[in-house]
């Protein structure tokens, strides 16, 4: 079993940081990658940031979405199976269900991506 659990939500106010956190746990050989996702009020999910591992032979890549870039972080510790999301410069935009999708290579190599809970986050003064 490979679990999520995400943690760091809350509420800030506009200008402030947040750094939310993603541990994968459970029987994981490797991960291939991280994605941060939110969802706010009334809008659809979209990818905030992600971090993956390539193939053998292949580096990794970083993406942010646009609306994001110069203000927040990813970065993954692979040996400790923890991704981070650093977020600063907030605004009330921001605000939304941030989610965590792990994907991961289990002890079997069987390729898996887990969700966490979600967590929110509230910009606003």
Known sequence: QVQ??????????PGGSLRLSCVASGSIMSMYGIEWYRQAPG???EL???IIYGDNG???????ANSVKGR???SMD???????????????ED???YYCNASVFDHLYRYLEVWGQGTLVTVSS
Do not use: D
Request: glycine content about 12%.
């Open 48 to 50: 905030v940031a992600s």
């Open 72 to 74: 927040f972080t990813i």
């Open 4 to 13: 999520v659990v995400e943690s760091g939500g809350g509420l800030v106010q």
């Open 58 to 64: 292949s580096g990794g890549n970083i993406n942010y």
């Open 95 to 97: 605000t939304a269900v």
């Open 78 to 92: 692979n040996a400790k199976n923890k991704v981070s999301l650093q977020m600063n410069s907030l605004k009330p």
């Open 43 to 45: 809008k659809q999910r």
